[in-house]
């Protein structure tokens, strides 16, 4: 049993497609679970549709969405003939089921619009997918994964009900894969209870993958991308960025809690708890090795680089002059955990307290707020946070160069400068 995962670039052409099926064919007979994430930058237009359905502008949000209809149906014709019209109608069911809540009006949280609409960008995309490799003679069961996937109600970060989810598995994927040798399905997405669609935050699509591979007792994952194997900087960020053949889970699991957007930062611990490896390989080139992340502890890595833009800096001073104590800190980690937002850097001071968030204009507006009955509160737009693992002091001086460092924190394997862009 594999698990294999294609992301968004994966399929977001024609050729890419057929390049899915190219793949799948390379592993005659075997049993494969498929998980495929929202073609392109389908993601994205959603985010769009939500932003101006929840601002009151239903007439803006269905014309955003008849694009990303049209983006499908178009290519669709291209990918199927005989059984379009199957195929076609498969679509329609999604397209339906958000256009029903595109008219109407928002009367619950933002959050959880987002993961009602944003979902259908997966769903589109695997149906899509299926349905081609079904007339191109790669027999293939789609697989809803809101069945499947059960979560609590915290809407765009999901938590997984893992008892529930592993019942569904043995009760639906088990006993599909005595049928057929390829299951198709959503990355990214889950269900509630009530059967409202939820979403495993973004790039959440490796960590499905991960949790039908520790579900499954899989012999590996695989992620499919578009570049060699992982890589110690974004590629087009960096043109000298190097490739590295083989990582440990632990590194892994640091160079995601910085924002490497590599491997999502669930995606590790359900692979660990059953020492499965993950593979990461180019579609483009399936015949190069890829990077192997498992137990195996790596040595002398090359400085690892992560930037993460859209960052914001709060400053929050005590009214009074009063120190910053363990009250003032307590009261603000009770707001991060009631909001729902990590802070990706902070540092103390003797009458205030700095701290770097991504910048979630809603969320961030709340924090700020909710702050102010016990801090004086500025806040600061538009930084990039830096983070190189493994690092010397000439990458430092060089990728800092020129630039007005806000905020520094370093231990011995890792530095982190928030800059002003």
């Known amino acids: ?149 059960r979560t609590d109600d915290n809407f765009r970060d999901a938590i997984i009900n893992w008892p529930v989810t592993a019942e569904k598995v043995n009760q639906i994927i088990l006993p599909l894969f005595q049928q057929h040798d390829i299951i198709i399905t959503q990355g990214f997405i889950g269900a509630t209870d009530e059967n409202e669609s939820t979403t495993l935050g973004r790039e959440g699509s490796d960590f499905s993958a991960a949790i039908f591979a520790n579900l499954l007792n899989a012999e590996s994952q695989t992620i499919w991308k578009d570049v060699e194997g992982v890589m110690n900087a974004d590629p087009k960020q960096f043109a000298d960025a190097q490739y590295i053949s083989a990582l440990s889970y632990h590194e892994v699991i640091e160079m995601a809690y910085y924002g490497a957007q590599v491997i999502h930062p669930k995606t590790i611990k359900p692979l660990q708890n059953k020492s499965i490896p993950l593979h990461v390989r180019c579609f483009l080139n399936p015949e190069l ?76 507006e709340q924090l700020a707020f909710a702050a102010s009955d016990f801090f004086d509160v500025q806040v600061k737009r538009g930084l990039s946070l830096l983070t190189i693992r493994h690092y010397s002091r000439e990458k430092f001086d060089e990728l800092t160069a020129g630039k007005t460092i806000l905020l520094t924190q370093r231990t011995q394997e890792t530095v982190q400068a928030l800059m002003e862009v």
């Open 1 to 149: 049993m594999k698990v294999f995962k294609f992301g968004g670039a994966s399929i977001n052409s024609v050729e890419r497609i057929q390049n899915v099926r190219r793949i799948l064919q390379m592993y005659p007979g075997e049993k494969i679970l498929v998980i495929i994430s929202a073609m392109g930058k389908t993601t994205n237009a959603l985010e769009k549709v939500t932003e101006a359905f929840f601002d009151g502008r239903n007439a803006d949000a269905l014309a955003l969405f008849a694009q990303v209809k049209e983006q499908h149906l178009s290519m669709l014709k291209y990918l199927t003939t005989l059984h379009w019209k199957t195929a076609e109608d498969h679509l329609k069911d999604f397209f339906t089921e958000a256009e029903w809540l595109l008219h109407d009006k928002a009367v619950r949280e933002y959050d959880y619009y987002y993961d009602q609409l944003v979902c259908c960008g997966e769903l589109l995309s695997t149906a899509m997918v299926s349905d081609y490799l079904n007339e191109a003679d790669v027999p293939n069961q789609w697989v809803d994964v809101r069945d499947i996937i």
């Open 289 to 364: 090795p890829g990077t192997v992340i498992s137990n195996t502890p790596v040595h002398h890595l090359p400085p690892i680089i992560v930037i993460k833009d859209n960052q914001v800096l709060l400053e929050l001073s005590s009214k009074d002059f009063s120190f910053v104590g363990d009250a003032f800190v307590s009261k603000l980690y009770g707001l991060f955990g009631k909001i729902k937002i990590r802070p990706n850097l902070m540092q103390n001071g003797a009458i205030s307290l700095l701290c770097c968030l991504d910048d979630r204009t809603e969320k961030i």
